[in-house]
């Protein structure tokens, strides 16, 4: 087969990574594709940074359509990044018939049903493994290596950057910011940290595991998001004395009424693997009917870990190229006229178990009180702790976590045990998952 000319829109970290690794394993790459993949051309601002990586390999510009009106290039790899002008190129790289390689996770998210559709009018295919998970073969896994099970749930740490925030503030007691800069030194971060700390980044991505688990619409808008911003380190400490560990989770469940799509900072049992993954690595959990649980874990960032998600999807390009469009694997692994519109369960319908903490007067009647509002709504508790007051003080911290219940009802009731004169302030909630 002939070589498979490639080119790159973007040469920052993943584009040159994407590159190293084409180069050094060139010939392993070539005896699983059945042909040669090379970069041969590369789009980048920064027209002289692009030439002291490719050397003379490749042709430089720094016009994106030169890329994408170059008859010679097969397949378009898109690590621009952004919604705006990477959906635009996108588009256009479509319409003029090459096959498209992406890691802009917010773009599908946002814009994925539009740009698949747009991919299978004209019979080419847009594929993103690089999006979730860095080189985790997550979006294979769900797509294609899981595809006899009912996926029953989907729960992942799948932003690094807050990963390696909680792992810091839990092991060494630091403090939210530092540990933020530490992460953005590193080059972890999203140009806009705020995506990562405040749980965006993670729902782009649980959004399109989401689609592709459950043979739904990308639907980013409809996921809850809470980010990690407002933890505080008691809270982090109180879940280590239970037992837990905090972690931001993106949780994706099939319920009788719909999907729960939601993104917040869990408390899990520490026992479990999944609560052990730590620093900026990520892990997936899918539990499948047949398959049972299954867990993914890899590198979620970085060069040549996401690298080597793009080189995987051009491999996957170049062996299906000769492949009637008909036959190839679905974007979204179901057939596009076969998606559910099964509707995503609002945040009050969602049934989990709760961390609740509240700064009560240390005063007879006050648990009475408080477990009464709980009773009232049936929620029922499963473990109480009481901390000893600080000196001089008169509120004490008092720790609940409760059995399965739906958000309704604990809003409900923390709403009326706020309203209590004996409690200051307002009760921290963090939601809880076994994770069975
Ligand atoms: N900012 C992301 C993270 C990078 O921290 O996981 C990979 O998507």
């Known amino acids: 087969m002939k070589p498979i000319n490639v080119g790159l829109l973007g040469i920052g970290t993943v584009g040159s990574g994407t590159f190293r690794v084409l180069q050094r394993n060139s010939e392993e790459i070539s005896r699983r594709a059945g042909c040669a993949i090379r970069i041969t051309m590369v789009a980048d601002k920064d027209v002289a940074r692009a030439k002291a990586i490719v050397g003379d390999t490749a042709q430089v510009t720094a016009d994106a359509l030169d890329v994408i009106n170059n008859p010679q290039i097969d397949i378009v790899v898109e690590l621009i990044g952004g919604y705006t002008i990477a959906r635009e190129l996108i588009l256009k790289a479509i319409a003029s018939g090459k096959h498209v390689v992406t890691a802009n996770k917010a773009l599908l998210a946002l814009h994925g049903n539009e740009i698949f559709s747009a991919a299978r009018a004209r019979g080419v295919t847009v594929t993103f493994e690089a999006a979730v998970g860095g080189g985790i073969p997550i979006i294979k896994s ?15 740490i799948i932003n690094g950057t807050s990963n390696f925030i909680l792992s810091e503030m839990r092991a060494k007691g630091a403090a939210f910011a530092d540990v933020l800069q530490e992460a953005q030194r590193m080059g972890y971060a999203e140009a806009d940290p705020t995506f990562d700390i405040e749980g965006v980044d993670a729902a782009h991505k649980l959004a399109i595991m989401a689609a592709i688990g459950f043979g739904i619409p990308v639907q980013f808008s409809k996921v809850h998001v809470e980010g990690i911003a407002k933890l505080a380190q008691e809270d982090i400490r109180y879940a280590e004395e ?13 319920k009788p009424g719909g999907f729960e799509l939601r993104v917040h900072p869990t408390l899990i049992p520490a026992r479990q693997l999944i609560a052990n993954v730590e620093g900026v690595m990520n892990a997936i959990l899918v ?15 970085g060069a040549e870990p996401t690298a080597s998600a793009v080189v995987a999807d051009l491999v996957d390009v170049a062996r299906m190229l000769t492949a009637d469009p008909e036959h190839r694997v679905p974007h979204l692994a179901f057939q596009p006229d076969r998606l559910s519109d099964v509707p995503i369960l609002p945040m009050g319908e969602v049934e989990t178990s709760y961390y609740l903490r509240l700064r009560v007067a240390d005063k007879a009647g006050v648990l009475a009180d408080i477990t009464r509002i709980l009773a009232d709504q049936g929620i029922s508790i499963e473990a109480l702790m009481q901390k000893e007051p600080h000196a001089g003080e008169e509120h004490v911290d008092i720790i609940l976590l409760t059995h399965l219940t739906q958000e309704k009802k604990i809003d409900i009731a923390i709403q009326r045990i706020e309203a209590l004169p004996v409690v200051s302030g307002n009760i921290t909630r963090i939601r809880m998952e076994s994770l069975q």
């Open 287 to 301: 539990k499948g009917d047949a398959v049972g649980q299954t867990m993914y874990y890899g590198a979620g960032a």
């Open 142 to 156: 769900l797509r294609e290596g899981l595809t006899a099970n009912r996926i029953e749930w989907i729960a992942g």
């Open 242 to 254: 239970l037992g837990y560990r905090i972690k931001l989770l993106g949780i994706a469940k099939r």
